[in-house]
């Protein structure tokens, strides 16, 4: 009986600590949400960043305004180091706005079109072909020379039957990015591609593609044309197959120019040569404001970071936001601090990416072995009365990605994304968009798990 006694007091011990650890878990998480709600500089700075700024292409003289302002503006909340880190970047601008049109039963029917990012221009005066239309790369490589001279539609949509729109945005995005790059060498004489978007609107949405090492002279122009007037197009094309479609553009690929990451720091008090990063892409493109993607997840980052500091609660480990430079053209900035990180031998023990819009919080995904899995998953009931409730294996992000070892915890921000493509690289993303509760809880949200890593990664 002597020996029950040490283990029965031992066993209330370590239930007393158990219990007090989980409230003051769900004390801090109370205070985050409090704090951003109240006390929040997510949405103020969001209304800069869109609009005195607004899109932010890479290179551009947009992409080092941001740069500026995002400097100035960690520093100003009282992070602990700000520095920038040089990155060369690919530089590529639009030029004058696009034209498109075609003629049926002598009527001139407009069509709203953007160039895809890194795409060449038109001659001067234009192409002038007849179109053809295929449902897949695939297709078109059996069609091979037949597609001679002649501009390729690829006319298809994003299943609207995945619950996650970006599980449909993935099994599509490969038709943006690689086919220029396949029918070139058959000799058509362009491409334009459906818009990738749930939804059917009159915006062309933009967005990278790739000519990886194809010859110049294999080099075709490649533009996106909205929903609506894909399904028009369709429909014209089978009343009359030999049918002619017109446009335009004037972009053009400077030569890469010096950017910069923007990185901030709270220190950790008991190790402050171990990381845990948070962040998202400080370039957008250049149609709309870049609110949603990703001018949502850079104020959520360095938010996230402030809330600490306003609860004044020290992290153990050193917190540091990184604003990535060159997301969406090529991801150099992103290549560039994991390059560094390891060149330094720099200590990498989580990852968390915001790039997912700024829309009300639902949950995160969780690119990590099974041990930090597991564990996340003791962190859910914590969450579920915000809202929040979807842990669930999947990538972390195009930035944080390059952090990616067997014992990095990596993970995705993960906000309703229903509405998200219906302003993904489109005219419509735009400040206008984003709602200032959701975007102050996605903020409280980021903060309360990197409280957790940070209290429980060793």
């Not at 040490?6 to 989980?22: A, E, V, W």
Request: neutral net charge; hydrophobic residues 35%; proline residues 4%.
């Amino acid at each position: 009986m002597k020996y029950l006694i040490p283990l029965f007091l031992s066993m209330i011990s370590i239930t007393t600590f158990s219990q007090s650890i989980k409230v003051a878990d769900e004390k801090a998480l109370t205070d985050f949400h409090f704090a951003a709600l109240t006390q929040g500089k997510s949405y103020e700075w969001l209304t800069y960043l869109s609009n005195q700024i607004g899109g932010r292409m890479s290179g551009t003289v947009s992409a080092e305004k941001a740069v500026k302002w995002a400097e100035a503006t960690m520093k100003n909340a009282g992070f602990d180091k700000v520095w920038l880190q040089p990155v060369m970047v690919p530089h590529w601008e639009r030029g004058t706005k696009e034209v498109a049109y075609y003629t049926l039963n002598k009527k001139k029917i407009k069509v709203p079109i953007a160039a895809l990012g890194n795409s060449i221009a038109t001659p001067k005066s234009g192409i002038a072909a007849q179109i053809v239309e295929v449902k897949s790369i695939a297709e078109a490589e059996k069609l091979g020379t037949a597609l001679k001279g002649k501009i390729v539609f690829f006319n298809v949509p994003m299943k609207t039957t995945n619950l996650r729109p970006f599980t449909s945005y993935g099994e599509t995005a490969g038709i943006r990015v690689n086919s220029a790059n396949v029918v070139g060498k058959f000799g058509a004489s362009a491409i334009i591609i459906r818009s990738l978007t749930t939804s059917l609107d009159d915006f062309p949405h933009t967005g990278v593609m790739s000519y990886r090492d194809i010859p110049e002279n294999e080099k075709i122009p490649a533009a996106a044309i909205s929903t609506n007037a894909a399904e028009l197009l369709s429909k014209h094309l089978k009343e009359n197959p030999q049918l002619k479609f017109y446009f335009k553009q004037s972009c053009h690929n400077f030569e890469p120019k010096q950017s910069y990451n923007v990185i901030g720091e709270l220190t950790g008090t008991e190790n402050p040569n171990k990381f845990i990063v948070v962040g998202g892409h400080l370039d957008s493109w250049d149609l709309g404001q870049g609110s949603h993607d990703n001018g949502a997840g850079v104020v959520q980052s360095m938010e996230a970071i402030r809330l600490f500091k306003i609860n004044n609660i020290q992290p153990r480990n050193t917190l540091r936001v990184v604003l990535f430079m060159d997301e969406e053209n090529s991801g150099s900035g992103s290549r560039k601090y994991a390059d560094e990180a390891k060149v330094n031998n720099e200590i990498h023990l989580a990852g968390l990416e915001s790039d997912s819009g700024g829309f009300t919080p639902r949950g995160f995904s969780i690119d990590s072995n099974q041990k930090y899995f597991d564990l996340i998953q003791t962190w859910k009931p914590l969450f579920e009365k915000y809202g929040i409730y979807e842990f669930f294996k999947g990538g972390s992000g195009a930035d944080t990605r390059h952090l990616k070892t067997d014992e990095t915890l990596l993970v995705g921000y993960k906000p309703d994304s229903q509405r998200y493509f219906d302003y993904h690289h489109a005219a419509t993303d735009t400040f206008d968009k984003v709602n200032k509760r959701e975007l102050e809880l996605g903020t409280a949200a980021m903060a309360s798990l990197l409280y957790l890593m940070d209290s429980y990664l060793d």
